[in-house]
T-cell receptor, first 112, second 113 residues
Framework: AQKITQTQPGMFVQEKEAVTLDCTYD???????LFWYKQPSSGEMIFLIY??????QNATEGRYSLNFQKARKSANLVISASQLGDSAMYFC?????????FGQGTELSVKP | EAGVAQSPRYKIIEKRQSVAFWCNPI?????LYWYQQILGQGPKLLIQFQNNGVVDDSQLPKDRFSAERLKGVDSTLKIQPAKLEDSAVYLCASSVKTQETQYFGPGTRLLVL
């Protein structure tokens, strides 16, 4: 069964610096996709970025990029030039049996 | 394009009372999901609809929770009677079809006293 692991409960980063949030997954499916969501304190889950297992290149969306290492089953989110508004919970997720399975999340705090 | 709408945003009730949440998905999205998110955890799927049919309700506590999507557009999730452990954020999401990117609404924060 799909399992999503986020080993960093909390992270701090200085404003304007880059930060990497870790995510590992465990699936036997030959084809799969990985998602990252941001959840600010307001509660809404905001879709950030998607990586397909057969995509040739790492996904990028503005300041967000995915460091996808298929052999290691990791899909780490990289946020460049951190902003105060990036402070939030970040969840990695993937489909398993039609259900979107989420990791436990990482709380990111951006310091001025 | 309008996002997923949910109401109410906040609700406080006493245990054994009933409560209902409403969700209107993004226009044209066939698949609708209800999640429960306990504080400090990732969301957990309660029920998934494809148009007006239930695809997966295996994790829905059917003795107290019910949901419907009668016309294949908006949906209602009901809890009756509520328990203390139902205190959580209830998130609604939609996608064009199954196994595609899900877009979430703002959620309803429920507190059961």
């Amino acid at each position: 069964a799909q399992k999503i692991t986020q080993t960093q409960p909390g992270m701090f980063v200085q404003e304007k610096e880059a930060v990497t949030l870790d995510c590992t997954y465990d699936t036997s499916d030959p084809s799969y996709g990985l998602f990252w969501y941001k959840q600010p304190s307001s509660g809404e889950m905001i879709f950030l970025i998607y990586q397909g297992s057969y995509d040739q290149q790492n996904a990028t969306e503005g300041r967000y990029s995915l460091n996808f290492q298929k052999a290691r089953k990791s899909a780490n989110l990289v946020i460049s030039a951190s902003q105060l508004g990036d402070s939030a919970m970040y969840f990695c997720a993937a489909y398993q049996g039609g259900k979107l399975i989420f990791g436990q999340g990482t709380e990111l705090s951006v310091k001025p | 394009e309008a996002g997923v709408a949910q109401s109410p945003r906040y609700k406080i009730i006493e245990k054994r009372q009933s409560v209902a949440f409403w969700c209107n998905p993004i226009s044209g999205h066939a698949t609708l999901y209800w999640y429960q998110q306990i504080l400090g955890q990732g969301p957990k799927l309660l029920i998934q609809f494809q148009n007006n049919g239930v695809v997966d309700d295996s994790q829905l506590p059917k003795d107290r929770f019910s949901a419907e999507r009668l016309k294949g557009v908006d949906s209602t999730l009901k809890i009756q009677p509520a328990k203390l452990e139902d205190s959580a954020v209830y998130l609604c999401a939609s996608s064009v079809k199954t196994q595609e990117t899900q877009y979430f609404g703002p959620g309803t924060r429920l507190l059961v006293l």
